[in-house]
């Protein structure tokens, strides 16, 4: 990363020329992961937000810049471009785990309609659903016979898809330095054996989340135009398209790849890279001299194309009489299949006075785990949320009051306020759960959530105002749903006076100007601050361009919704009148990312309220709230919209998602939306989002935030209602059945 | 997720766990076992079911011919086999089970991916891009962009065509049976809560004498 912003001509100097540095710490994120990095920024005054009630457009609800395009179908995606003599290309997957593979294309080579069939990878195949095979057809359909066509000749190779066949004393070797990694350790487990002694009360249990699925709506894949004069054009659905441009270039054998993404159907961290199909298409495209669509089948898309790793924790937890949490210590597993799974480690958010944990990787034959929203947090957050709550009922303390004792003020403050929501004060059963012979049984439950979502100085945006009154925002960036092109327009908007519409917003293409890749969220607090910066540019430059044409100065003049006013000449121009005077050439200003505009750190508190059935064993979230901070909302449309998101992928998460593998032929056997359950429609209970205003910090991000909870409310609440503690996700009702069957049995 | 009309375009479940019951009695798996012949649907070499027909169908009010295979679906069609494509009728699980590819045929909502396209002939189809008349929106594509009920957008027109279908046919429809018209649709974003407000404000939109 570079470590220096060059200075704008239009900014203050320090005395001796060169602006005055300041260091300032940034978040960094490669692949989903965030980590804190130092770097030097100018030191100078530049563009404010200013205050929020002066604000027209930011902070308030607005219409996407491009839902009309997506409601009417003509929203372009990587899966819908379609190019002059474009063939589709269709992989073959291993279907064993561990297989020595030998693939013979002859057959499919025979197939009408089949151009090309090669090997993708052969020999020893670690997974189920590595591809092995590729064919390239005119047709889809015909892309499906080669496919079928190929045959594949395996061995099966001993395998273990589970952690005990993993960690079995005769296991197949999944990893060369051992099939658990070391574990990490983290504090002194001495001190915490005598910090149990001083607890008054202390729970241990053992806490397990399955391995969830990204399940992107579009899958991987891209669509790669023909090379020539050492340049080629690349479709992509990703989520890093300034590193993905790099990574075309190598299979392409050129010097230049344009990558464009103007719409994406999803990614929630597994689209980082170009990919085993990033490469395969752009290897065909460059012999075949044909562009190749390649965009992985749904099953290949839950096989090959990264999950969230599971885990178990074995955690014990103790705490004072009132609730101060004294002791912890905790043993956890990651299971990321070949890769070493994530997990935020405990105790997570919570301030604990002693603890010590330790952690390791389980390998296993199965595709390695890729960043999934908020990478190992949902994760920890089950294991300590539920610990939390068992404790809390163990020594019979408020569930709202424990966690408040144990976090900062902007926590305890937004729980008080989701506790409200939820209605905690006048719901009749907080201490204990509901033990009576009540048929349907409701409960309530709570979980926090942080992130840091801070920005770095990676993007630049160009604003140009044209002589014809015409306003355009540009940079590279892809908008992964959250609303990227929506903000890049309103934000300019804003600062020059316009309504949104007055402003086109041209994102999703490396040629439009460097941006970060969306990973950790740091897009909207590395992206705006550079788009303000460049309408601040814009905005200077006209106003002293205009000065000269009016013989004025440009502190003189205003720029308002109502145009232009010149303070000296007391004459008003309209925004038109002003721009006509401009060269032909209009204004084109560059921004880059301004430190004073973003800010880092974001806190959430999230509340459910379950009603279980104890016949059936059903369960139904009735209502979530969410209260989340964010600095400042750039949309609170758009900001509501991501923290429902992130509240139903963990409502899905707690309530069906899992990877089914099975264990004696290690095969996946729900890789399809039929057997792999989302939550839709009839599981979408009452939601609540509000937004923390009394937050007044610049822009963070903070969608992975609203994802890290949820799940661990619903198994708190479930507890609430019934008296069932289901420390397994998912929360289903077999699992709810037999744990009230052996309440009765006491 | 068992055979699909159109063919087998996978193994199916049962010849997949067959092949691989093979391997965990010991048998042998590897020799002639191939993708295909697992599926017990082709010998060593391979057969399709027929060539290719011309065919008419009517798309978004305009009558075009289309050379399809008896196993062409109508999403295959739309997305590949017309040009321009009609490429806002989504393909994501290709099996029924996600709502993506929704459009109207004779006004009532179907999964494009589950319909032949020979079975498609002299029937009306509209898909997300005939759904707006001229620049006006549908009450539904009009709510939609006012309760910010899309985000990525790839879920946007299955969730749409379902739920202007249920209000055309139904305008009285409750809270309940709008739930149930797009309860075959998946969003992974999460737009749920704004797709229900949406739907609610696009029917009283109709009702107060909107745009249709
Ligand atoms: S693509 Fe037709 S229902 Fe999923
Ligand atoms: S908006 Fe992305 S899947 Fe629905």
Redesign the pocket.
Known sequence: MSSKLPASPLEPRAQDGAPKKKKILVPKVENGHETMVEIEVDDVAGPEWGPREKLRLLNHEFVRVDAVD?VTGRARYTHDVRLAGMLYAKFVACPLPHAEVRVDLSAAKQVPGVVEARVVRDGEIRFVGQPVAVVAAKTREAAEDGARAIKLDLKPLPFAVTREQSLAANAPEVNRRGNASKPDERGDAAEVTAAFARCAAAIEATYSVPVQHHA???THGAVVDVPSNDAATVYHSTQATFASAGEFKGPLKVSDVEVINEHM??GFGSKFEAGVEGRVASELARDLKVPIHLMLSRKDEFLAAGNRSGCTATVKLGGTQDGKLVALSASVDRFGGLGGGSHAGLPYIYSVETSHRSMRSVYTHLDGNRAMRAPGHPQASFAMESALDELAYALGVDLVEIRKRNVGDVHAKQLERAAREIGWAEHPHKSKPDLSDAVVKVGIGFGLSQWGGGGHPECRVTVDIAPDGGVRATVGSQDL?TGVRTYVAAIVAEELGLPLGGVTARIGRTSYGPANASGGSVTTASLAPAVKHAAFNAKRSLLEALAKTLASAPDELVLDTQGVYDARSKRRLSWKDACATLPPAGISAVGEWQANLASNGVHGAQAAKVRVDTRTGEIQVVKMVCVQDCGLPLNRTGVRSQIF?GMIQALSYALFEERVIEPDLGLALNANFEDYKLAASREIPEMVAILDDDDTRGVIGMAEATIVPGHSAIANAIHNACGVRLRSMPLTCDKLLLGLAALKKG | MENKSHGGVDLSRRGFLKSAGGLAAGGALGQGATAAASAGLLGDGVERASGEVEIELTLNGTKRKVKVEPRTTLLSVLRHRVEPALTGTKEVCDMGSCG?CTVHVDSKPAYACLLLAIDCQGKAITTIEGLAQGDTLHPVQQAFCEHD????????PG?VMALSACLDAKPNATLDELKEACAGN??????YPHVFQAAVAAQRAKQAGGAR
């Open positions: 997506k992107c709506l579009e159907g999803g749903g998101g | 993506a009920a899309l985000m990525c957008g790839f879920c946007t969730f998946v969003c992974r974003c999460g737009t």
